[in-house]
């Protein structure tokens, strides 16, 4: 049974997760500029719901799909881009969707006021 998204994550619970060391998760953490965890006044590592996204997304370039360090970034950089594009996108097509409704619906009044 999986168990409630928590708020933060220590890096152990992050290393158990993807079954790799805390020292990868160190290392990627230095590597890769878009994973910031949260830090304690300790210094300790907390990570996020979205961190944890981030570090699949890691996992699965690096170890699944044999990419290089420098080409999993450049393959995140790559998807952020393109979600970013595709967000922009639906956007313009709800704002037509909501244009063409309207324009229906004032087309359907007019017929019946006459």
């Known amino acids: 049974m999986e168990q409630a998204e928590k708020r933060y994550y220590t890096i152990g619970e992050v290393a158990d997760q993807f079954g790799v ?3 990868l998760i160190r290392f990627w953490d230095q590597e890769f500029e878009m994973l910031r ?4 006044s300790k210094g300790e590592r907390r990570f996020t719901p979205e961190n944890i996204r981030l570090l699949k997304q890691i996992h699965g370039l690096v170890k699944e ?3 290089t360090l420098k080409g999993a970034q450049q ?3 790559r998807i952020r881009a393109w979600e ?3 967000e922009s996108v639906v956007a313009e097509l709800r704002e037509v969707r909501e244009f063409l409704v309207n324009l229906v619906e004032g087309t359907e009044e007019n017929q019946e006021e006459v």
Do not use: D, M, Q, T
């Open 21 to 23: 060391s805390k020292s």
């Open 37 to 40: 965890p949260h830090k304690n």
């Open 65 to 67: 799909r044999g990419f």
């Open 75 to 77: 393959e995140l950089y």
């Open 84 to 86: 970013s594009e595709k």
